[in-house]
């Protein structure tokens, strides 16, 4: 079945412990991305991956760090998290990075809250 | 740059009446246009996307959206609401030109009364 695997569902941790969000995507998509959902605001983006070591900041990439080594996998980074980053995220994918018109496949999300 | 406006925060119909979730953008060359669904505790899913084909989209459970150019909107529309259409709808715009820059609304929770 094809889609967006993301770990953990839920977290809980406290101020300035690192942290690591897996996202992993079966469809040999090129393109991956972070989102954070908060009320209000919709879903902002973070990061986005046009592909293998190709990594770009989005609307709000303070606080947080990727990598793409591989192309299934985008895991998050949150060095030292702070509360104003508790937060419901989504990781997604699509398809090609030409065809700006492909839809996104979303992850099912992980809400994270830090103390 | 671009950018969408979702008006109401929180919509409420009563089951069989008309859906209207509205949706305007803003983008400096031709938008691609989405409607995205989010049920509770999931991810989004696609409802349905303008590519410039056709200005009457049709997506999936009965929802339907029509890009108007001339009032820069793509609202959302069904007919007859049923229960099971409660959720939070988010509008999305992407510039055509192959840039995988995707910004969302701040949805619309759509509330279905019995």
């Known amino acids: 079945e094809a889609q967006v695997t993301q770990n953990p569902r839920y977290l809980i941790t406290v101020t300035g412990k690192k942290l690591t969000v897996t996202c992993s995507q079966n469809?040999?998509?090129?393109?991956m991305s972070w989102y954070r959902q908060d009320p209000g605001l919709g879903l902002r983006q973070i990061y986005y991956?046009?592909?293998?070591?190709?990594?770009d900041k989005g609307d709000v990439p303070e606080g947080y760090k990727v990598s793409r080594k591989e192309k299934r996998n985008f895991p998050l980074i949150l060095e030292s998290p702070s509360p104003n980053q508790t937060s419901l995220y989504f990781c997604?994918?699509?398809?090609?990075?030409?065809?700006?018109?492909?839809?996104?496949?979303f992850g099912s999300g992980t809400q994270l809250s830090v103390l | 740059a671009q950018s969408v406006t979702q008006l109401g925060s929180h919509v409420s119909v009563s089951e069989g009446a008309l859906v209207l979730l509205r949706c305007n953008y803003s983008?400096?060359?031709?938008?691609?246009l989405f409607w995205y669904v989010q049920y509770p505790n999931q991810g989004l899913q696609l409802l349905l996307k303008?590519?410039?084909?056709?200005?009457l989209v049709k997506g999936i459970n009965g929802f339907e959206a029509e890009f108007k150019k001339s009032e820069t909107s793509f609202h959302l529309t069904k007919p007859s609401a049923h229960m099971s259409d409660a959720a939070e709808y988010f509008c999305?715009?992407?510039?055509?030109?192959?840039?995988?820059?995707?910004?969302f609304g701040t949805g619309t929770k759509l509330q279905v009364i019995p």
């Open positions: 999305a715009v992407t510039l055509s030109g192959g840039y995988q820059k995707v910004t």
């Open positions: 983008s400096s060359v031709p938008p691609y």
């Open positions: 997604a994918s699509s398809k090609g990075t030409g065809a700006t018109n492909e839809k996104l496949f």
């Open positions: 469809m040999n998509h090129e393109y």
């Open positions: 991956s046009m592909n293998v070591e190709v990594t």
């Open positions: 303008y590519t410039s084909a056709a200005t």
